[in-house]
Structure formats: structure tokens, C-alpha cells
């Protein structure tokens, strides 16, 4: 297996044929959006698009845009980014970091950051588009650039199928696509099978009876609840998941009160689920529920809780077939291809596929500086590494701009290409 180290030295001088794209991605990672809300980027790629000589649509299921490129005879081939970012303040101290606040969904103002690389995936599949667009002698079909809203609320992909976009522009043959990681940059992660977990997003909600907060007596706490829930819900992986199955169960959100000498009557729960199999899934959710009743029980609530399931999609499974086709044009790009194994991180692009059909390849693009990998020569030491560094969500998440962008750019364009063979 070849070393980190020689990514860093296959990296020197790739800045040049970037430049423009890197100019692209900070003004992205400067602006960023919130799901469905992102008009000023959906009109940057749109802009480069119909200078490239795609025939250009937006609107698609709300802000996303869909370029095409009918090049002769041939197969259709769906090359995708998302746009979206999210409700974080910047802490990265960039020159080009975001100050921007937005309202969200329930009204309230927050600050917004591209911490989950959605800037890097919109400015490589553009780099991309360009190099195919520049060399169609090289291929021969129809090169579909989908660049899609809202995959951080699970909707996104939904959205834009529902609004036909396979009866308005064709169906692909593979639905191609990349996510950047705290990998080397560089390096190139490929994994065949279920490659990303689904992931179930619900809202718990506990009753209680408020009251003074003086006279804890006279009311029935949900605070007290939550707490006791939280703790409770921790068990499920460790004492109800079998040890060779994989299942995250994350509490992102806890809301209830208004004033320190106020019981409140309610709280609300964000909780996040990721799971790989519909049997781990289901023990899970049954789980949530059954804690969430039995510690309302306990606490004699007044009523038992809602359980609200708010957004699901499923796992990413990368077609076995399609990642062997596509696994050349990858290592012409990237001098280290690994097998991340399982990533827990969860994507809506499988429901491009499914929708159409079609076999789905997802890769992760390395974006952390290389330097910290230095003699790193098996996954388990990268991710040991990578362990130490702010990752996808994290305020300080920074992927350096080269060679992340050469080795995304390239990587879309050699897959697109390798399907789109003459």
C-alpha cells in the first residue's frame, strides 16, 4: 500500500489547473446557505454551467440545478453535489470563514458555516464539469451534474426525484458522487456494499406538570425526565446491540423552560439514529420508545410521551460491480485508494440510485492536510490520526483547499469519463 507521504509530494504543483475553483470554493465556504434556502449558490453553479455550454435548469425541487451535456450516442451518466450548510458558528479563523445568519425553520436566528464540506463537493463537481465539457472527444453520452438542496435535512434528493427529474431528463445507468473526510488529502476512501448508515432523526417529547420551582412536590419534573431518558437511552447500543452489528444513538437537542424557578410542563428531544441493517433499526427505534414510555411511567407523567419520527433515509450501498468499473479512474487520480470500512455518517445520494435504478458509487474525498499522516501506511493508522482532528460538523471543520480540490475534480471527471467510454 502506498504511504500518505507520497500524497503529499503527488500533490506539489496541482494548484495551477485550480485556481478558479478555488476561488469558487471560498466564496461558497464564505456564503453559506441552510437546505432549501440556497439561491445565491444554486445560481453560481448554474452561472458556470451555461458557460460551459450545459443546458441548464433550476428550480428543481426547490433550489437544486441540473445541468446536462448531450454528447452523441451513449448512457447517462449522474455526477451529484449538495449545497447545503448548517447552523454552526465559524471557528476555523479562515480569512474567507463564514459570518452568516440566517432564520431557520422555527424562527430563530442562526449562524451558518459550510462545516461539512458541501462548498468543497459544489466546487470540485464544477471543476469536474468543466474538464468534461473541454474534452468531449474523450466520451460519448449524456453527462447529467445534478447539484442538489437540502441533504442535511434528508429531503433534498426526495425533493428533486418527486419533482421528476428522471421523466424531465433521463434516467442514469450509476449515480456517481464523493463526500470530503479528515483523510489525507489525496487519498481517496472507496467501499463497497453498505458503504454509508441510514439515518432516522426523531423528536421525543415529554409531559410533565409544570409549576413553581420552589414546590418540585406539586409538579411532575420533565427535566428530571429527560435526564433520566438520556442516561437510559446510552444502554441501547452498549446492552441491546449485538457486538458484531453497528448502531449510533445520538441526543442532539434537549429544549424545556424559561426562567430557572419555572418547572416547565414539557421538554423536546432531537435524537439521531444510524443503523446499516432494518433489524438493528427496528430493535433501535423500539428501544427509544419503550425507554421514553417507561421513564414517563416512572416519573408518573401525566401522559406518555410522543415519539415522532421527523426524517429518514437509508443506507448507502455501493454496487459491488459498478465500484470495480469505476476503481481504475480513481486510481488514475489518487496514489492511495483505501476501504474506510462502515461509515456511520449517513447521505440521501442512495435514494438517486434506487430511484432510478441504478447502481450507486460514493467515495470519500481526503481533506485534511497530509503533513499530519506522515508515515501512516494502513487505514487503521490514518484513522487513529484522523481521530485528533475536527471532523464533518465540527466548527472547526477546514479541509485545505490543495490537493483537495485536484484530487476531487479529478476524481469526478475520471469516473464520469470511464462510464461514458465511446
Not at 71 to 79: D, K, Q
Not at 298 to 323: I, K, Q, S, Y
Request: charged fraction near 15%; glycine fraction near 12%; hydrophobic fraction near 45%.
Amino acid at each position: 500500500m502506498t504511504e500518505v507521504t507520497d500524497a503529499v509530494a503527488w500533490g506539489v504543483g496541482m494548484t495551477a489547473s485550480v485556481d478558479r475553483w478555488a476561488d469558487v470554493y471560498r466564496d461558497i465556504h464564505a456564503n453559506p446557505e441552510l437546505g432549501f434556502a440556497e439561491t445565491r449558490t444554486a445560481g453560481i453553479a448554474a452561472s458556470h454551467l451555461l458557460n460551459m455550454g450545459f443546458e441548464v435548469t433550476t428550480g428543481v425541487g426547490g433550489t437544486g440545478v441540473v445541468g446536462l451535456v448531450r454528447n452523441g450516442p451513449g448512457p447517462t451518466v449522474l455526477v451529484r453535489a449538495d449545497m447545503d450548510a448548517l447552523p454552526v458558528l465559524e471557528a476555523t479563523g479562515l480569512p474567507y470563514a463564514s459570518t452568516q445568519v440566517s432564520t431557520d425553520a422555527s424562527g430563530n436566528q442562526t449562524p451558518l458555516m459550510h462545516a461539512c464540506g458541501h462548498d468543497v463537493h459544489v466546487a470540485c463537481l464544477l471543476g469536474a464539469c468543466e474538464r468534461l465539457a473541454g474534452s468531449r472527444d474523450t466520451w460519448s453520452g449524456t453527462l447529467m451534474a445534478v447539484f442538489q438542496p437540502a441533504e442535511e435535512f434528508g429531503d433534498g434528493a426526495r425533493a428533486m426525484i418527486d419533482d421528476g427529474l428522471y421523466t424531465r431528463f433521463g434516467k442514469p445507468v450509476v449515480v456517481l458522487g464523493q463526500h470530503v473526510a479528515p483523510l489525507p488529502a489525496g487519498v481517496i476512501g472507496l467501499r463497497a456494499g453498505a458503504a454509508f448508515a441510514a439515518a432516522d432523526s426523531l423528536k421525543v417529547t415529554l409531559h410533565g406538570r409544570g409549576g413553581h420551582g420552589s414546590r418540585p412536590e406539586a409538579s411532575v419534573d420533565p427535566v428530571v425526565m429527560a435526564a433520566a431518558t438520556v442516561m437510559r437511552m446510552q444502554t441501547i447500543v452498549s446492552r441491546e446491540i449485538p457486538a458484531g452489528e453497528t448502531a449510533v444513538v445520538t441526543i442532539g437537542t434537549v429544549h424545556a423552560g424559561t426562567a430557572a424557578n419555572i418547572i416547565p410542563d414539557r421538554v423536546e428531544m432531537g435524537l439521531s439514529v444510524r443503523t446499516f441493517s432494518t433489524d438493528v433499526r427496528g430493535r433501535v427505534l423500539a428501544a427509544i420508545e419503550r425507554i421514553a414510555r417507561g421513564e414517563a411511567a416512572t416519573a408518573g407523567a401525566p401522559r406518555p410521551p410522543d415519539v415522532e419520527l421527523t426524517a429518514f433515509f437509508p443506507a448507502v450501498v455501493n454496487d459491488e460491480a459498478a465500484c470495480a468499473r469505476t476503481l481504475p479512474a480513481l486510481r488514475s487520480v489518487s496514489p492511495m485508494i483505501v476501504d474506510p470500512g462502515p461509515v456511520t455518517g449517513s447521505e440521501d445520494v442512495g435514494l438517486f440510485a434506487t430511484a432510478a435504478g441504478a447502481p450507486c458509487v460514493y467515495w470519500l474525498l481526503g481533506g485534511a492536510d497530509p503533513a499530519g499522516f506522515d508515515g501512516a501506511t494502513t487505514i487503521d493508522e490514518i484513522a487513529a490520526r484522523s481521530r485528533d482532528l475536527p471532523s464533518n460538523h465540527s466548527p472547526m471543520f477546514a479541509p485545505i483547499i490543495e490537493p483537495t480540490l485536484s484530487t476531487g475534480i479529478g476524481a469526478l471527471a475520471a469516473a464520469a469519463r470511464i462510464w461514458l467510454q465511446q
